[in-house]
C-alpha cells in the first residue's frame, strides 16, 4: 500500500523512461538494489495535496458568482496541472544537474569508461512532469466529484456547485 504512488507513476512510465523510473524507485547503482526511499510517495502527496487545496479554494473560498461557468472551474483544473508539471520537472532536473542519479541509470560506458550515450535527458525530466499534470488532473477531477457528492448533504459552495457541469 505504501507503493501506490509508485504504481500510480509507473503507469505513465512510457513518457519518462524506465531509468528515471528506477532512480525514483530508489535504486542504487552500488549495491545494485532499491534503497528504502521511494521519490514517488513524496511526488505524489504534493501533487494529491496542490489538487486538493485548488478544488478547496475554487469551491468553497472563491465561490462566486462569476466564477461558477466552466471555464472557471478549467481555469483552476489548469493551474493545478501547471503547477504540479513544474514541481515534477523540478523534483527530477535538481537530481538530473546536481548528479544525484546513479552512473548506471544515467551512461552506457565502454570498456574504458568512456560514456558512448547518456540515457536520462532532462526532457526526461520535462516528461516526467507532463506525467504528473496527468495525475494532477485525475486527482483535480477526482476531488470534484467527491466535493459535488459531498455537497448534496454538506451544502457549503452555493454558487460554484453546478460547476463544471
Not at 483544473?77 to 548506471?104: K, R
Request: with cysteine; hydrophobic share 45%; net charge negative.
Amino acid at each position: 500500500m505504501k507503493d501506490i504512488f509508485g504504481y500510480l507513476y509507473c503507469l505513465l512510465e512510457s513518457l519518462f523512461g524506465q531509468n528515471l523510473a528506477d532512480h525514483l524507485w530508489g535504486y542504487n547503482c552500488e549495491t545494485q538494489s532499491y534503497r528504502n526511499s521511494n521519490a514517488f510517495n513524496g511526488i505524489g502527496l504534493i501533487t494529491l495535496a496542490i489538487s486538493l487545496v485548488i478544488v478547496i479554494i475554487y469551491y468553497y473560498v472563491i465561490n462566486h458568482p462569476r466564477f461558477n461557468r466552466w471555464w472557471s472551474w478549467l481555469i483552476m483544473l489548469g493551474v493545478s496541472g501547471i503547477s504540479c508539471l513544474f514541481i515534477g520537472y523540478q523534483w527530477t532536473a535538481t537530481d538530473f544537474i546536481n548528479g544525484y542519479i546513479g552512473d548506471c541509470l544515467m551512461y552506457i560506458r565502454d570498456e574504458d569508461g568512456n560514456i558512448v550515450s547518456s540515457l536520462i535527458h532532462e526532457a526526461d525530466c520535462w516528461m516526467f512532469g507532463v506525467a504528473n499534470l496527468i495525475i494532477s488532473v485525475v486527482f483535480f477531477i477526482a476531488f470534484t466529484f467527491v466535493v459535488k457528492i459531498a455537497g448534496r448533504f454538506i451544502p457549503l459552495s452555493r454558487n460554484c456547485k453546478y460547476s463544471p457541469f
